[in-house]
C-alpha cells in the first residue's frame, strides 16, 4: 500500500494537483475535513468509482489511515495511482495544518449514536442487577434497535440525533476552500457537465 505523509502532502499540494477523497461517512467529514478534500463514504465506494478523477493521483483520507487502507485495497484493482494519508485526519491535525469544519459538533453522529447506545445498555444492566430485573428490558430494546439498524441500515436514533440543533450545519464553514488545482479542476468539470 502506497502511503504519504502529511509533511509530503502539504508541500505537494501546490506542486502536483492530487485528487483528495475522504471515505469517512458524511457527518464524519462535516465534522471537519481537509480543505478540498471530497467525500466518498467507504460503504459507497464501489458505485463511485465514476467520481474519481481519472487522470489525477488520489489520496485516500480517513480518522486515523485505516478506512483508507480499506479503500485502497478496494481500489487497487482499478487505481494504480492511489495512496493513503498516513494517520488520517488525526495526524494532519496534529501537524498544525487547517479543517473545514461544517457543523456545530465534532463528534460525528456515529459516535454520539454509539455514545447513546452504549450508555442506555449500561444503565439497563445496571439497573437490573441493582433494583429491578425487568430493566434489562432496556438494554434488550437498545440491541433490538441497534440489530435493526444493522439489518436495514435505518437508525432510528441516528435519525432522531441528526436533528438536534447541535448537529445542525453551521452557517459558514471555517475555511476557503484551498487553491488546490486539482479542486479548481474538479470545480470547472462539474461546472462544464451541468
Not at 45 to 64: E, M, N, T
Not at 116 to 133: K, N, Q, R
Not at 163 to 180: E, F, I, T, V
Request: charged share 20%; proline share 6%; hydrophobic share 45%.
Amino acid at each position: 500500500m502506497d502511503v504519504i505523509r502529511v509533511s509530503d502532502l502539504a508541500n505537494r499540494k501546490s506542486e502536483c494537483p492530487m485528487q483528495w477523497v475522504d471515505v469517512r461517512s458524511s457527518t464524519e467529514f462535516a465534522a471537519g475535513h481537509l480543505p478540498g478534500a471530497v467525500n466518498i463514504p467507504l460503504d459507497e465506494l464501489d458505485s463511485r468509482l465514476g467520481d474519481f478523477a481519472l487522470d489525477l493521483p488520489v489520496v485516500l483520507i480517513c480518522k486515523s489511515g485505516m478506512r483508507a487502507g480499506l479503500a485502497h485495497s478496494i481500489l487497487r484493482q482499478c487505481r494504480q495511482n492511489a495512496s493513503v494519508l498516513e494517520g488520517g485526519t488525526d495526524a494532519w491535525v496534529r501537524a498544525g495544518q487547517p479543517l473545514v469544519i461544517s457543523t456545530r459538533t465534532r463528534w460525528s453522529l456515529e459516535r454520539q449514536v454509539r455514545l447513546i447506545a452504549g450508555s442506555l445498555v449500561l444503565l439497563g444492566a445496571v439497573l437490573s442487577l441493582t433494583f429491578e430485573p425487568r430493566w434489562v428490558l432496556l438494554s434488550g430494546f437498545v440491541g433490538l434497535g441497534l440489530t435493526f439498524a444493522g439489518f436495514t441500515d435505518i437508525c432510528p436514533m441516528g435519525l432522531l440525533l441528526g436533528k438536534m440543533p447541535w448537529n445542525g450545519a453551521k452557517q459558514s464553514a471555517s475555511l476557503a476552500p484551498p487553491d488546490n488545482p486539482a479542486h479548481r479542476q474538479l470545480t470547472d468539470r462539474k461546472a462544464h457537465s451541468s
